[in-house]
C-alpha cells in the first residue's frame, strides 16, 4: 500500500496464541476457562518464594507442531529467559520466556491476495512464554477507569508467540495474514482460538516508509499497537495508525517510536509508554531450567503427523474442478474440508456436492449457527439426497425442501421423501396427461411458440410444474411439451 504522498506501510505482526493444554505451562495448575478469579492458582504461578517451575512436555510438543506447520525449523535447543519488568498482572516480577534461543526459527506463511497474488510473510521466530494473569478496569477501558482488580487464574498459562518480518504492506494484508494462520491454525489442534476468551491476541507494527528512503526497515519509527484482540479490530487500529503517522509527517512532525494500545470505543490507538528497547527488560537465562534439548525423533514424528493444511488443500480442491474461490472457503474450514472429503467418499459428485454443502446446506447452517462438524445433516445423508436427485427421484427444487426437513428433523432423505411422498413424476403417461392439459387450456401460448416465440415453451413447463406442485419432472415435461408442438401442422 503506498500512499498517495509516497510513503509505503511497512507491517510486521505478533501473534500470541494460547495452547491447549489441560495445565499451565510450568505447574500443574488446570488452564480451564471461567473459573473464580484467583481460584487456579499454586505457589509456581503466584510467583511465592522457593516455588520452582516445571516445563510442561505438551506445551514442547505443541509449539514444535505450529513450527513444523508453519515451515519453520524447529531447533533441537533451546533455552528459556528471564524477561524482567514490573506490572500488577505478573506476580515473578519477571516473565519467562524464551529471547535468544527459540524452539522454532525461519518460516513463512505464503498468505493468498486478491487476484490470485501470494504475499510471502516470513516467520522470524516461535517461542514459548507464560501468560500474565488479567487485570480488570474499573469503567469503561484503561483510560479513565477508576480502579483495577487482578486475577492470576491465567498466569501462567502456555502461550507461543510468532512473530513475523515486517513484509505486510497493508492493513488489508495484515487481515488476510491473520485469517490464513488462524486457518492453518485450526488443523492443528493446538489451541482453541477462541479470540473472544483471549486465547489469541496481536501486537501489530507499523512504520511509514518515505519515497527514497534507502536505510534498512528496523531505522523507521516503529509504532507498536499492543494487545489487540479480533482481527478486526487489529485491521482498525492498523488503519487508524496510518492515518494518525501520515497527519503527523504531512504536519512536518516526526513520528515517535512509542507503544499505543487500542481502544475500541473510539477505534483509535492511543498512547501508552515509549517504546522500549530489548536492554530495558534485563534478559537473562532462567536459572530455574535447563536447556530444553528435543530428541530428532520427536520433531519427525511430530512432522509425520501434520495434517494436509490450507494451501495444499486448496491446490487439491482446484484441481478437483473448485473454483479458487471455492476451495479458499472450504480449506479455510477444517470442519467444511473433512465434511466434503466424507461426502466424496460416499461417492457423490465433487461439483454437486459442492454447490449443495456452500449453498442451502451453509444457509441453514448459519441460520442454526452451527459448524459444519455439528450439521443436523451429516456427510453420509446429503450424500444420499445428491443420490436422490442423480437418480431422477428429486428435481433440484423438491430436493431443497427435503434438506430443510432433514436439517429440522434428522431423517433421511429416503425416508422423507416415503412419508410425505414428495419423489419427482417421471411417469410418462402421467405427465403426458398433465401436458395435454396444459396444451389445451393455453391456446394462446401454443400459437405463440408455433410463431416463434420459444419463451412460451417456458410458460407452459411452468403451467405443468404448477399443475404437479413441483413434482413433475422439467426433464421429462420438456421433452413430451416439443414432442406435441411438433406434431402438430405447422403454423401458416
Ligand atoms: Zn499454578
Redesign the pocket.
Known amino acids: 500500500m503506498i500512499l498517495d504522498n509516497g510513503a509505503e506501510v511497512i507491517i510486521g505482526l505478533e501473534v500470541h496464541v494460547e495452547l491447549a493444554t489441560r ?2 505451562l ?4 488446570p488452564s480451564a476457562f471461567g473459573a473464580p478469579p484467583n481460584t ?7 510467583g511465592l518464594p522457593g516455588a520452582l517451575p516445571q516445563l510442561n512436555r505438551e506445551v514442547v510438543r505443541l509449539a514444535a507442531r505450529a513450527g513444523l506447520a508453519l515451515g519453520c525449523e524447529v531447533r533441537l535447543t533451546s533455552r528459556f529467559d528471564r524477561k524482567n519488568y514490573f506490572y500488577p498482572d505478573l506476580p515473578k516480577g519477571y516473565q519467562i520466556t524464551q529471547y535468544e534461543h527459540p524452539i522454532c526459527e525461519w518460516g513463512a506463511l505464503e498468505v493468498p491476495l486478491a487476484d490470485d497474488a501470494v504475499r510471502r510473510v516470513a516467520i522470524r521466530r516461535i517461542h514459548i512464554e507464560e501468560e500474565a494473569g488479567k487485570l480488570i478496569h474499573e469503567g469503561d477501558s484503561l483510560w479513565g477507569a477508576t480502579g483495577s482488580l487482578v486475577d492470576l487464574n491465567r ?2 498459562l502456555p502461550l507461543i508467540e510468532i512473530v513475523t518480518e515486517p513484509d505486510l504492506r497493508s492493513p488489508e494484508e495484515a487481515r488476510r495474514f491473520l485469517r490464513e494462520l488462524v486457518s492453518v491454525l485450526s488443523y492443528l489442534d493446538v489451541s482453541d482460538l477462541r479470540m473472544e476468551e483471549g486465547s489469541i491476541r496481536c501486537d501489530a507494527n507499523l512504520s511509514l516508509k518515505p519515497p527514497g528512503f534507502s536505510g534498512a526497515l528496523e531505522d523507521l519509527a516503529r509504532v507498536e499497537v499492543k494487545n489487540v484482540n479480533s482481527i478486526r479490530n487489529v485491521v482498525a487500529a492498523l488503519e487508524s495508525e496510518v492515518k494518525r503517522q501520515r497527519a503527523v509527517l504531512d504536519a512536518g512532525g516526526r513520528v515517535e517510536r512509542e507503544t499505543r494500545g487500542f481502544d475500541e470505543g473510539t477505534g483509535t490507538t492511543l498512547p501508552q509508554r515509549s517504546k522500549e528497547a530489548a536492554n530495558d527488560y534485563r534478559y537473562f537465562p532462567e536459572p530455574d531450567l535447563p536447556v530444553l534439548m528435543l530428541d530428532p525423533s520427536v520433531v519427525e514424528a511430530e512432522r509425520e503427523r501434520l495434517p494436509v493444511l490450507p494451501p495444499a488443500l486448496r491446490a487439491e480442491l482446484v484441481g478437483r474442478g473448485l473454483t479458487s474461490k471455492e476451495a479458499a472457503v472450504i480449506a479455510s474450514d477444517p470442519g467444511a474440508s473433512r465434511y466434503l472429503a466424507r461426502v466424496l467418499a460416499e461417492g457423490a459428485d465433487t461439483r454437486l456436492a459442492v454447490t449443495w454443502m456452500l449453498g442451502d446446506l451453509a444457509r441453514l447452517l448459519n441460520e442454526a449457527h452451527v459448524g459444519y462438524g455439528a450439521s443436523p445433516v451429516g456427510p453420509a445423508a446429503l450424500a444420499e439426497l445428491l443420490q436422490l436427485m442423480a437418480q431422477g427421484t428429486l428435481s433440484g427444487r423438491l430436493a431443497k425442501e427435503v434438506l430443510d426437513r432433514m436439517f429440522a428433523t434428522g431423517h433421511s432423505a429416503a425416508a422423507i421423501v416415503e412419508d410425505t411422498g414428495m419423489a419427482q413424476i417421471s411417469d410418462q403417461d402421467v405427465l403426458a396427461t398433465e401436458v395435454d392439459r396444459a396444451l389445451a387450456q393455453h391456446p394462446a401460448a401454443v400459437a405463440d411458440y408455433r410463431a416463434g416465440k420459444a419463451a412460451a415453451l417456458g410458460f407452459l413447463v411452468g403451467q405443468v410444474m404448477k399443475a404437479t406442485r413441483g413434482q413433475a419432472s422439467p426433464d421429462v415435461v420438456n421433452r413430451l411439451l416439443r414432442e406435441r408442438l411438433a406434431a402438430l401442422a405447422p403454423s401458416s
Open positions: 495445565t499451565k510450568f505447574c500443574a495448575c487456579a492458582v499454586c505457589p509456581v504461578c503466584l498466569a501462567g
